[in-house]
């Protein structure tokens, strides 16, 4: 890991790349540094802070923020007092490991790589270079940044809810959308950013929670652009259950109130009244662009960029640059949220996996692990470990009371606080303390073991301990957070937490890990875009696949689409990919095939399929699920399928591959949006409707150009660069109205006459069209009860879309271990995100088909054969399929490579026969009798 460096050229091709790089000294050195913060506390130059948007300072010598990697300071050239004058030098004489050296200097370093990925981000639009509302000249108007540190509690007020001017708390503030975006005049960016409207609405969710009263606040916006998965239930939320005012709006000014340190917000709503309001506070949701250095380096590589000089790149190849062997993924091709940067990393990963898979393992040194302690027998020594986790904890709870607390429990040998338990030098000193105190049971007072305990249980292992021998308290959501105006009762409530756990911890034992070896073959199920790209581009690595899908061929919803939004021919690309597919020779592509039943589990599944009346079993290691999605049908809405002039979106795309005749006759042309989306029955934006039907209307256009076309929209949603071909629509002829949604939209024949009633919300009247032709931009619906899930024990979503690990972290994983997804099984999206999510699916997968043989979790539950009635309960109960009643004892057995450990098997069992490894009846009991004793 190379930090404070930079790429100056890369030479060569693919496969052979020679990258020059300048390394720029840091001035510290980052073998010698721990993090102690000696040289910050004594540091005398002070300097805005760029991490908390300048509303704090830091010092010279500084570590960008508490939890960055690595943890080592560095000294700020521009502003060392040492480096600049040759005097003070403190930072020296206060390390306590001379770490410290003036005489750093920058270093060349040459690489020889076969890939290069280049993610270099993107950077907020700065308000202040071309200023509009009086940003930095009046202290309460903040960026969406700088209020993200406000609200931090790590940040410069310490989490408090308060305006940079008084330190007082606000009772009104606005969010202005779009500064910076969706905006052609000067030194502004033409594209929607794509982000802006979920973090305001999340940050105003956020700053009612941290207030005590009820805080006013008021979102104004051009369109509200929620259009990520589950987004627009967080909008709903925030508008129906949280108070959220939403004021779409056209702002002219926020100029401020004499001697109050509030603005007055100057709109026009949409009716075209002007309108005036007083706020606290104003936060500028500002968008994202691309850098400067960025586009530099871009240029210098030959990468070509697009005219916002974001990465340029096909829809057919999301994640490719134009120089073969560099790839791009992140919000330096655009801007994108988390989720989708993670999955671009994900299918960059993948690409180059395919492309080097030649080197697979010829470079990689195994880690190697200190001998475990065997501990079984000995008394229990115990060390706790309590975070104050910035001021998330220690904001609230008094850290050091219950470090002293734990030092009175038996059993406790040592116990201390760190500021970041997560942090790279507390996890060393950790493991250190762990040896040098002989300790063998660990406790963590710390956040949420969701995220942090094997982080944690690694630690224990690079200590030479079971990561079995390991308990995880969590003081911060359970306790700090909930109750962060009582901190009496938080600080007593994480002594008990503290209490039982090291109760617990006293009598877990060591626990081992199974371990499985992995079918080194792949399922994918569906052919369509996704599932043909999943599949090609793990033949591509070498393993094998097989493809199934339920259609008589290859394509999927994509067989009916003539373009893509950037003008790329789809059925040229289909073509292609399904011929690779079907002469690639490690992939067998089984059609008309549907899944009939699935055994086993990571790294061993076996998979009955039935072909044309024929049943078999396919054996793999992991599989891929991409079995897509369907157009809703609004059957009894709108005419459709009682007048063969109403069509749906997609049914349109189909007529324009068909080039058919009747769509040249029509002289006026209506699309209506959001049809069976954004509804009670389906409370999800369908996403690529807003941009699908923007394409087919230019199409329409283009092809008549005298052609009146409509569209009538709640919000219009061409998210990211897509607002390009939105303002080509509107400036080519296209009409957009946006009609009142509460009061309806008729679609009625009168006399063969198509007639379409609705009210214009601009206008305000009721208004009627007479159109040739009415296209319905219909809803992406799943299967709600699909059988998929039961066989491979994944979840769904209330809208029977597939629900992935973790939204951020996994996006394309499973909580079942070895099955992934993409594509329209996970949500609407369109094909080039669809392609980006496949190729980072199949990237995770070849993590578990490349290891050969995986362990898995140690904390799984087991039968005393004894005690079972084999009543079957178990069996019923498990969502993952684990226990079984065994043929040759006819008692249950649990198979542990299928178990989650959730539980359910234990609380179930009416005989008392199941225990779950690691939560021992012994160990529940000693925790509740901690808790009575407190």
Not at 71 to 89: V, W
Not at 279 to 291: C, E, R
Not at 377 to 388: L, Y
Not at 647 to 670: F, Y
Request: charged content about 25%; glycine content about 8%; overall charge neutral.
């Amino acid at each position: 890991m190379l930090t404070l460096s930079e790429v100056n050229s890369i030479s060569g091709e693919e496969g052979d790349f020679e990258v020059s790089i300048t390394s720029h000294p840091r001035y510290v050195d980052v073998d010698k540094c721990i993090a102690c913060g000696l040289c910050a506390e004594k540091c005398p130059k002070k300097v805005p802070n760029e991490y908390d948007g300048s509303l704090a300072n830091r010092k010279a010598i500084y570590v960008q923020y508490a939890q960055a990697v690595p943890l080592k300071y560095a000294i700020d050239p521009e502003h060392c007092i040492k480096l600049n004058k040759g005097k003070c030098g403190i930072c020296e004489k206060k390390c306590p490991t001379g770490a410290i050296n003036y005489e750093d200097t920058k270093k060349e370093i040459s690489l020889n790589v076969g890939a290069v990925v280049l993610s270099q981000g993107s950077e907020t639009f700065d308000p202040a270079v071309h200023d509009t509302f009086g940003y930095k000249k009046y202290p309460n108007i903040v960026t969406s940044l700088e209020f993200e540190r406000i609200l931090s509690a790590s940040g410069p007020y310490g989490g408090h809810l308060v305006r940079p001017s008084d330190k007082q708390e606000p009772e009104k503030i606005a969010w202005l959308q779009c500064i910076g975006s969706r905006d052609e005049h000067m030194g502004a960016r033409g594209y929607c950013s794509a982000v802006c409207c979920t973090y305001a609405v999340k940050e105003a969710m956020l700053a009612k929670e941290h207030c005590k009263h009820d805080l006013d606040t008021a979102i104004f916006y051009i369109d509200i652009r929620t259009n990520g998965k589950d987004f627009e239930k967080y909008y709903n939320r925030a508008k129906d259950e949280m108070g959220v005012r939403f004021v779409k709006s056209k702002v002219t000014g926020a100029p401020p109130v004499d001697g109050t340190g509030k603005h007055l917000i100057r709109y026009i709503d949409e009716s075209g009244k002007r309108c005036e309001e007083e706020f606290d506070m104003v936060v500028l949701s500002v968008g994202l662009g691309a850098t400067a250095r960025g586009a530099e380096l871009g240029r210098k590589l030959g990468i070509e960029l697009n005219h916002y000089n974001f990465a340029a790149s096909s829809s057919f190849a999301p994640v490719s640059s134009s120089v073969a062997g560099i790839y791009v993924c992140g919000a330096f091709q655009g801007p994108k949220d988390i989720p989708s940067s993670v999955i671009d990393s994900s299918a960059a990963a993948g690409v180059v996996g395919s492309r080097l898979s030649n080197a697979r393992w010829t470079r990689t040194r195994a880690k190697e692990m200190p001998k475990e302690k065997n501990v079984i027998g000995d008394p229990p020594r115990i060390g706790v470990f309590v975070c104050c986790c910035g001021t998330n904890i220690a904001g609230v709870v008094d850290v050091p009371n219950v470090v002293e607390y734990a030092k009175t429990l038996p059993g406790v040998v040592y116990a201390e606080q760190n500021m970041f338990s997560c942090s790279q030098d507390s996890q060393d000193k950790m493991a250190q303390v762990i040896q040098d105190q002989g300790l063998n049971r660990i406790v963590v007072a710390a956040c949420t073991p969701k995220t942090h305990e094997p982080l944690f249980q690694e630690t224990l292992q690079n200590a030479g301990i079971n990561k079995y021998l390991f308990e995880m308290v969590n003081i911060r959501n359970q306790d700090s957070w909930v109750h962060k105006n009582n901190p009496e009762a938080a600080t007593q409530k994480a002594r008990d937490l503290v209490g039982m756990s090291v109760a617990k911890a006293a009598r877990i034992e060591p626990l081992k890990e199974p371990v499985l070896e992995i079918n080194q073959r792949a399922m994918v199920i569906g052919g369509g875009v996704a599932g043909m790209t999943a599949a090609e581009n793990m033949a591509l690595q070498g393993y094998g696949v097989d493809l199934v899908e339920r259609d008589t061929v290859l394509g999927g919803n994509a067989r009916n689409l003539p373009e893509t939004w950037r003008g790329e021919d789809v059925q040229e690309f289909i073509s292609g990919l399904a011929g690779r597919i079907e002469s690639n020779a490690n992939i067998a592509v089984h059609l008309n095939s549907t899944i009939k039943n699935v055994d086993g589990f990571v790294g061993d599944f076996k998979t009955t399929i039935e072909s044309h009346g024929q049943q078999s079993t396919l054996e793999h290691g992991v599989a891929v699920i991409a079995s897509g999605a369907s157009e809703y049908k609004p059957v009894d809405q709108y005419l459709y399928g009682k007048d063969q002039r109403v069509i749906t979106g997609q049914e349109l795309q189909k007529r324009l591959v068909d080039n058919d005749p009747s769509i040249g006759r029509a002289n006026c042309a209506v699309f209506i949006q959001c049809v069976g989306s954004r509804i009670a029955e389906r409370p999800y934006c369908s996403k690529l409707c807003c941009t699908q039907s923007i394409k087919s209307a230019l199409e329409l256009k283009k092809r008549k150009p005298e052609m009146d076309v409509f569209v009538l929209y709640r919000d219009m949603r061409p998210y990211g660069l897509r607002e390009d071909l939105y303002r080509e629509a509107r400036a080519g002829g296209i009409k957009f109205v946006r009609y009142d949604f509460d009061k309806g939209l008729a679609v009625e024949a009168e006399d063969n006459t198509l007639k379409i009633g609705f009210r214009d919300l601009a206008l305000r009247r009721s208004m009627s069209l007479s159109p040739d032709l009415v296209v319905l931009a219909s809803a992406v619906v799943r299967e709600k009860n699909d059988p998929l899930a039961r066989f491979f024990k994944v979840t769904q979503n209330d809208d029977g879309f597939f629900v992935e690990a973790h939204l951020k972290l996994r996006p394309v994983d499973f909580a079942t271990d070895g099955v992934f997804l993409c594509g329209l099984a996970h949500g609407p999206k369109p094909l080039d995100e669809s392609i980006a999510q496949a190729q980072a699916a199949a990237a995770r997968a070849v993590t578990l088909l490349s290891a050969k043989n995986i362990s898995v979790s140690g904390t799984v539950a087991q039968v005393t054969p004894s005690l079972c009635a084999s009543c079957g309960v178990c069996v019923s109960v498990c969502p993952y399929s684990a226990p079984r009643i065994s043929e040759k004892t006819d008692k249950a057995e649990i198979q542990s490579a299928l178990c989650k450990g959730c539980g359910l098997c234990v609380a179930s069992c009416r005989s008392g026969a199941i225990e779950l490894k690691g939560f021992g009846n012994g160990q529940i009991m000693s925790m509740i009798d901690a808790s009575m004793a407190n």
